[in-house]
């Protein structure tokens, strides 16, 4: 079992940016793909993107394609996310989250979620 613990989150300015880190706990985080949700009040948790276990392939949702970047380092058993381009839409609690394969991460495909971060964007 990985446990995992978010951090980074705040306040920014729309138009700035933010790092989330997570980091995970156990010996088989390397092997498993992880990535980022997210989930606004209100509203249904959302699936943002996901590295694959080796952190060569990564995949986002459309909605923040060319804004956020996920990556890992699989040596230091994080997963990141850079978020670009903030806006006051773009506020929620975000999640990291373990997939339940290696390539495999999704709504539905998760093997663990950390307990969330808040990102809150002023305009």
């Known amino acids: 079992q990985v446990q995992l613990v978010e951090s980074g989150g705040g306040l920014v300015q729309a138009g700035g940016s933010l790092s989330l880190s997570c980091v995970g706990f156990?010996?088989?985080?390397?092997?498993?793909?992880m990535g980022w949700f997210r989930q606004a009040p209100g509203k249904e948790r959302e699936f943002l993107g996901a590295t694959i276990k080796s952190g060569s392939s990564t995949y986002y949702a459309d909605s923040v394609k060319g804004r956020f970047t996920i990556s890992r380092d699989n040596a230091k058993n994080t997963v990141y996310l850079q978020m670009n381009s903030l806006e006051p839409a773009d506020t929620a609690v975000y999640y990291c989250?373990?997939?339940?394969?290696?390539?495999?991460?999704?709504?539905?495909?998760?093997?663990?979620w950390g307990q969330g971060t808040q990102v809150t964007v002023s305009s």
């Open positions: 989250a373990r997939g339940t394969t290696s390539y495999t991460l999704r709504i539905g495909a998760v093997g663990s």
């Open positions: 156990g010996r088989t985080f390397s092997t498993y793909a």
